[in-house]
């Protein structure tokens, strides 16, 4: 038969059990080559089957090691928080340690074991917890720094309806950022296994006051002016993120959030304060007293946030507070810095009050003029309500009706007689607005003429006499003035 030709033959898959199966090669050498390619095969995966067995075996035996360890991974509170290089830092030269305590309560909310550590790096820690009795228990971890004194206060912990943390005096600085975990597990032949990752219970605050050396104001503090104030949290998991909160109700309170000095303008501090429509002040103290600098209404803030406080002490009359996000800030700030002004008016011909204040509520920091409309005759005869951007800096709307509806026009004021002498021009440019060139007379003034880009909407500008570089800016549609019949 020639070489080439197919010939059937029968490879032998063992034959003391008379297994045979029919298959066609070119030759016999080809179906010896078969055979042993076969029988590779078969090690092979005998082999892999093996490895696969001992695999799912280590595995086992892994976890069994590891089910009596409760594993906290202590630097995620810092990363959350965005302060991970400072608390390195501060680990690195023994101003603070960190405290890990759990908890473990069982089914009737006992407290059956605490287990504690301290630690000066960020690396995880483990508990290996052993000789509970079967059953279903509740885990609590609290983390916080520690400077070597007595800082956050655990009360109650002997029952899990009673176990409290309460904050250190206030301020807090960042040092002490102090985060919460839970976790509900199974024991078996007295041992137990967990992961824990605290979460922030509060959020951290840099204070950055500049040129504080300018002024006669020793101390400035940003205070949570809160009916309410945070002072700590309950420990049982079952409260939930809105039930844990422990309140200290005083009327008329001033919480310090964050307080810097002279000699160090700047610092970093943690805070419980937290909620939706929240109210904070800005004093500085001088040796007669304090003064108020400036108020912020209608913030929110929620647990983990990294902010930002700044406030330019020689520009507070026209250039606000900031008290934002990081993120925020860095752009909020590369504008003040290049001198445009924080006016950011809401020019939506038409619009209702409710529209203008989604808008204001929006801004970083301002407070109201008057609380309620007031009428104004020639030459606007609209009802006018206004807020202050900074305490010499104004934005302020006019309507048609007396409930708020109709936006007619904007003005902005600003009576700081130190404002840069480009400063008004800069920010009409920040806003859209090219100098036409043009003078106009209106209510019997004269204002230099500027135009949107889009041409629906010009500004009237003048410099307000007696006050330096300040100024008036009157912004109304380009078709509000119909012609008389």
């Known amino acids: 038969m020639p070489r080439d030709s197919y010939e059937p033959c029968l490879t032998d898959f063992g034959s003391s059990r008379g297994i045979t199966r029919n298959c066609f090669m070119r030759s016999p050498k080809y179906c010896n080559m078969y055979k042993l390619t076969t029988r590779c095969t078969l090690r092979m995966m005998m082999a892999a089957l093996c490895c696969l067995m001992l695999s799912f075996a280590a595995c086992t035996r892994d976890n069994n090691e590891n089910s009596d360890t409760i594993t906290i991974n202590t630097a995620a509170l810092y990363e959350e928080l965005g302060i991970q290089n400072e608390m390195s830092q501060a680990l690195a030269d023994g101003t603070c340690t960190i405290t890990d305590t759990v908890l473990i309560y069982n089914q009737s909310g006992q ?7 301290m630690s000066n790096t960020l690396q995880s820690l483990t508990f290996k917890v052993e000789g509970l009795a079967d059953g279903v228990y509740t885990l609590v971890l609290w983390q916080a720094g520690n400077p070597g004194e007595a800082a956050w206060a655990l009360s109650g912990e002997e029952q899990l309806s009673t176990a409290n943390l309460i904050a ?7 040092a002490l950022s102090a985060g919460y975990a839970s976790a509900t597990v199974t024991a078996k032949k007295g041992v137990v296994g ?18 504080f050396s300018l002024t006669s104001f020793l101390v ?7 009916p309410q ?22 009327q008329e309170t001033k919480n310090a959030v964050c307080r810097v000095v002279k000699e160090t303008p700047s610092g970093k501090f943690f805070t419980l304060s937290h909620g939706e429509n929240m109210e904070f002040q800005l004093w500085g103290k001088k040796t007669n007293g304090e003064d108020s600098i400036g108020v912020i209404k209608h913030k929110t803030i929620g647990s983990g946030e990294n902010l930002v406080c700044y406030l330019n002490l020689y520009r507070r009359l026209w250039q606000p507070p900031f008290l934002g996000s990081s993120d925020a800030f860095n752009a909020w700030k590369a504008d003040r810095d290049a001198g445009y002004v924080t006016v950011d008016p809401y020019l939506n011909w038409g619009a209702s009050i409710a529209e203008v204040q989604q808008h204001i509520n929006a801004k970083n920091w301002w407070t109201d003029g008057n609380e309620d409309f ?14 202050f951007v900074a305490p010499y800096l104004t934005e302020q709307y006019i309507y048609e009706t007396s409930n708020g509806q109709n936006l007619r026009y904007v003005l902005s004021y600003c009576w700081d007689s130190n404002v840069p002498a480009d400063a008004r021009n800069k920010m009409l440019e920040h806003q859209g607005f090219h100098n036409t060139g043009a003078i106009v007379q209106f209510d019997g003034t004269t204002y230099e003429r500027f135009l949107s880009a889009d041409g629906v909407t010009e500004a009237l500008a003048q410099t307000i006499a007696g006050y330096g570089n300040g100024w008036e800016v009157i912004y109304r549609p380009v078709n509000s003035q119909k012609k008389k019949k």
């Open 194 to 211: 967990a992961n824990l990752t605290p979460k922030a219970i509060g959020s951290v605050i840099e204070m950055q006051i500049e040129k």
């Open 374 to 387: 007031e009428f104004w005759g020639n030459p606007f005869n609209g009802w006018h309500k206004w807020y």
């Open 229 to 250: 104030h945070c002072t700590g949290i309950h420990l049982n998991p079952s409260l939930g993120e809105n039930g844990r909160w422990i309140n200290e109700t005083q």
């Open 111 to 117: 407290l059956v074991k605490k287990l504690g550590a």
């Open 168 to 174: 250190p005096a206030t301020p807090i600085d960042f």
């Open 220 to 226: 400035v503090s940003l205070y949570d002016f809160q």
